[in-house]
């Protein structure tokens, strides 16, 4: 399956100020997958970045606030714009092995604090 | 709409003990079933899956059947380990719609020595 590097691994930032996270996979995908993980919650779907196309944004996210880049097919950013503590998550990146059959490989992690 | 519905935590149980996480679901096509752990700390990691109907997914001791007639996809272990404290969760994906895997709530397991 394949290895996604997330970094940073965490990070604590001022309100108002902007964060981008970075995803690399050791291999080709065609779609990515970012999550958002309130603490103590489940994983909400942010957006899907596919490759040489726009991203397409899940209920109650929005690019300007999440601006979400694809610029090949091994790499991905997000960015958390103009923050508020309670944009305070984890943040995930995933890519679909096989469709999707067999399972996601998640990345690390951003642990996200913003005060 | 498809959902997935797993059992309430904090699950607490003393080492050794038998593990039972139930995990329900609701589909329109034909999904394929995963369970995640999420260790203190770590982002999420497969722990076992099950692509059709009668499967047993299985790894680390841990066992869970696709049920289609009960629609569910219950978690076990049959002696858990402290180091098995983690946050598990069951989830679905369809292949219509390979962009989306739908998480359950997820549930805490604290093992006591």
């Known amino acids: 399956s394949a290895v996604i590097s997330q970094k940073p691994s965490r990070d604590i930032c001022q309100r108002g100020t902007s964060l981008t996270i970075q995803c690399q996979v050791d291999?080709?995908?065609?779609?990515m997958f970012w999550y958002r993980q309130q603490p103590g919650q489940s994983l909400t779907l942010i957006a899907t970045?596919?490759?040489?196309?726009?991203?397409?944004?899940e209920s109650g996210f929005v690019i300007d606030k999440f601006p979400i880049s694809r610029p090949n097919l091994t790499f991905s950013t997000l960015t958390v714009s103009n923050m508020s503590p309670e944009d305070s998550s984890i943040y995930l990146c995933?890519?679909?092995?096989?469709?999707?059959?067999?399972?996601?490989?998640f990345g690390s992690g951003t642990r996200l604090t913003v005060v | 709409g498809n959902s997935v519905t797993q059992m309430e935590g904090p699950v607490t149980l003393s080492e050794e003990a038998f593990l039972t996480i139930n995990c329900t679901y609701t589909a329109t096509g034909y999904p394929s079933l995963f369970w995640y752990v999420q260790y203190p700390g770590e982002g999420l990691q497969l722990l076992l899956k099950a692509t059709k109907a009668d499967d047993k997914g299985s790894n680390k001791g841990f066992e869970a059947t696709y049920r289609k007639e009960t629609t569910s996809f219950h978690l076990e272990k049959g002696s858990v380990q402290v180091s098995d404290s983690a946050v598990y969760f069951c989830?679905?994906?369809?292949?219509?719609?390979?962009?989306?895997?739908?998480f359950g709530s997820g549930t805490r397991l604290s093992i006591r020595p």
């Open positions: 989830a679905l994906t369809l292949y219509s719609s390979a962009s989306k895997i739908i």
């Open positions: 970045a596919n490759q040489g196309s726009e991203a397409t944004y």
């Open positions: 291999s080709q995908v065609t779609m």
């Open positions: 995933s890519v679909a092995v096989n469709r999707g059959d067999y399972g996601y490989t």
